[in-house]
């Protein structure tokens, strides 16, 4: 039987890859689901056949833990999905510090890390003619000369978190300016793309969402619509971003348009986005393991044709009860 | 002939809660109508709904002719509104006698919704009745030496979090109107839920209290883990807002810890919450007993008491909504 472990298995993003598997694979993929937070915060927990609670990513007992993981779940497949514990992950298999018999699922260290940083990736964006706003690292001269309003995003970060719009440069005082950039305001709404590329093959596939209902600032999208679809042009930056990098496997992009609506890359994230894609057939994140795995990903990728709306909602799921 | 039920603001995931109890406890027994001011493909519930009419904003003049027209449609219909300003706006045409006729609102009444959507004046009416309130003032820097800094800047009305922020420096309030800005001490997360019923008809109560374990303040989180769980002390105290407004009905309560007073009262919806499944989910479906209680029902098997400690997960669900073939 297949083993897999699930990393950051109390994210939504991991709950969604221990349904795609059930969903795909029913009960021949033995899951073995890991958190820093203990089984009952775990929803991915009631679907998966074991839960492991492991130190946290940046710890130095992590590379333990993944040691007697392997030990206990030979020739496991892990599948890490917090972005620190990705580039953890392909730190320790870029040192050949892995665990043997454990197959990680991301990509190369290299490739993470510049996915992670910020002002290195619109450095590279550049450098390989692919769209990317305009960005400086925030230094005292750039804070001087930057045309206002502009946005402050950490170098480093996900979902949002300390972004915000600045009006005025007293905003600015006291940064640290290695730690953030000042980026062009562009125009919302935000695209996200959804982005395969066989590690087996080379088939591409790519897919394209924008939220449809209300978000608070830069903050992520929670419930609500989406609308889905297939463009064209951006299927061919997609592909131009993934095999430049390159990124095999599944991993998606953000995009604002720029004031002549050309889509500028903001984001790149070496993981699997959440799957409103799938609702319409086009299931990224199955297709990353059945790639992994050797097997054909047609099926789990049907072309977008036309658009979708795909509207997500909240589902309740009871964790621990009182023992009776 | 079939209850009628004209479910407002079908695009919130409040409402998309609200059909899925209600379709859990009644099935095809109630035909709904989902309204909403976007389109139907943009809400959830329309799939669960047996017709769908886009309304205008209910803020705008053109509201009370789009109830009007539901009304004829849809002849001895119960209407339940659920966003906050729709609550407001049906409660006021209730009051001027302006609801079509033949269209029963399910609603507080508007002098208490009013209240409610105030937090300056609720903020009031808790320290009155010896509730416990934040301490809050309307917004300005003398009252930086009242409440202290930081403090939480808010809408004196609003909802679910919308302008709500952190204020370090007093420059920070410079241009603010202080008669629609309130700032508030600040609180100790996690956020507290109540979700409350007062039977309109039996005067009878009932509470399940919920916390987020992610520790999150903000108080829109509905994600994650939430630890549901019997609150004498918090129950008690809700029931006497409950009472004392009086508000029947299905009801939401956000409090949060403070230093001073233990547990306090942030805000009273009159209205289900966006997290009020996670009840139904161990048994108290409070949406679904608030509809029944209305309609003369029993809700014993509805509104089962919450003992012990439950972990309840949030996860997401997707739906297809519109498809161009």
């Not at chain 1, 972004?163 to 940064?175: C, F, N, Q, V, W």
């Not at chain 1, 590329?197 to 939220?211: D, E, M, P, W």
């Not at chain 1, 061919?236 to 990098?245: F, I, K, S």
């Not at chain 2, 047996?50 to 219909?77: H, I, K, M, N, W």
Request: glycine fraction near 8%.
């Amino acid at each position: 039987m297949r083993r897999l472990i699930v990393g950051s298995a109390g994210s939504g993003g991991s709950f969604d890859v221990v349904r795609a598997v059930r969903q795909w694979y029913g009960d021949t993929v033995f899951v073995i689901a890991i958190d820093t937070n203990p089984r009952e915060r775990v929803t991915a927990s009631l679907l998966s056949d074991a839960f492991v609670q492991v130190l946290p990513a940046r710890s130095p007992e992590f590379a333990e833990a993944l040691a007697r993981l392997a030990e206990a779940y030979p020739e496991s497949s892990y599948l890490p999905m917090h972005d620190e514990e990705i580039e953890v992950a392909a730190r320790l298999a870029s040192e050949g510090d892995l665990p043997p018999g454990l197959d990680l699922i991301a990509p190369p260290y290299e490739v993470v890390r510049l996915c992670n940083d910020k002002w290195r990736m619109h450095q590279w964006l550049k450098a390989n003619g692919l769209p990317t706003p305009e960005t400086v690292l925030a230094t005292p001269e750039a804070i001087a000369a930057v045309p206002l309003p502009t946005v402050l995003k950490p170098r480093i970060g996900t979902g949002g978190r300390g972004m915000r719009l600045i009006r005025e440069r007293s905003e600015l005082a006291g940064l640290a300016s290695e730690a953030w950039l000042l980026q062009e305001l562009l125009q919302h709404p935000q695209m996200n793309v959804d982005v395969f590329l066989s590690r087996t093959t080379g088939t591409f596939h790519s897919a394209c969402r924008v939220f449809l209902g209300t978000r608070a600032g830069f903050g992520p999208a929670t419930h609500g619509p989406w609308r889905v679809f297939g463009d064209p042009a951006v299927d061919v930056l997609a592909e131009d971003l993934a095999r430049r990098l390159p990124i095999f496997g599944t991993f998606f992009f953000q995009a604002l348009s720029d004031a002549s609506s050309r889509w500028m890359i903001t984001d790149v994230n070496p993981r699997a986005a959440r799957r409103m894609s799938a609702a319409v057939g086009a299931d990224f994140t199955i297709a990353n393991l059945a790639d992994v795995w050797g097997e054909p990903t047609n099926r789990m990728l049907q072309p977008i044709v036309g658009e979708y709306i795909v509207a997500r909602e909240y589902t309740e799921y009871v964790i621990s009860a009182p023992s009776k | 002939m079939r209850r009628r039920l004209i479910l407002g603001a079908a695009g919130s995931g409040v409402s998309y809660g609200i059909l899925k109890s209600l379709r859990e406890h009644y099935r095809e027994a109630v035909f709904v109508i989902a309204i909403d001011s976007n389109r139907r493909e943009q809400s959830a519930a329309s799939l669960f709904a047996d017709a769908f009419v886009q309304v205008p904003l209910a803020r705008s003049p053109e509201f009370a002719g789009a109830l009007a027209r539901l009304a004829e449609t849809y002849p001895g219909s119960d209407y339940l509104p659920v966003h906050d300003e729709e609550i407001q706006a049906a409660a006021r045409l209730g009051f001027e006698g302006k609801l079509p006729p033949g269209l029963r609102l399910i609603a507080p009444p508007y002098e208490v919704v009013r209240l409610c959507n105030d937090k300056w004046h609720m903020h009031h009416w808790l320290q009155a009745h010896g509730l416990p309130t934040p301490n809050t003032a309307l917004a300005s820097p003398e009252a930086i030496g009242a409440v202290g800094l930081p403090a939480i800047l808010k809408p004196r009305i609003g909802n679910a979090s919308q302008g709500v922020r952190l204020v370090r420096e007093e420059s920070e309030l410079a241009g603010l109107d202080r008669e629609h800005w309130l700032l508030q001490e600040l609180l100790d997360g996690p956020v507290h839920y109540a979700d409350a019923l007062l039977s309109w008809r039996t005067g009878a109560f009932f509470c399940a209290c919920r916390v987020n374990l992610s520790g999150a303040r903000d108080y829109t989180t509905v994600r994650g883990t939430f630890r549901l769980y019997d609150d004498p002390a918090l129950a008690a105290c809700v029931e006497r807002i409950a009472r004392g407004l009086p508000l029947f009905g299905a009801f939401n309560i956000n409090a949060m810890r403070s230093s001073a007073c233990g547990l306090c009262i942030i805000d009273v919806n009159p209205r289900v919450g966006l997290g009020t499944r996670m009840s139904a989910a161990v048994g108290a479906d409070i949406a679904a007993a608030n509809l029944a209680d209305y309609w003369g029902d029993p809700t014993g098997g509805m509104l089962k008491p919450v003992v012990g400690e439950y972990i309840v997960a949030r996860e997401y669900v997707e739906y297809i909504t519109y498809a161009s073939l």
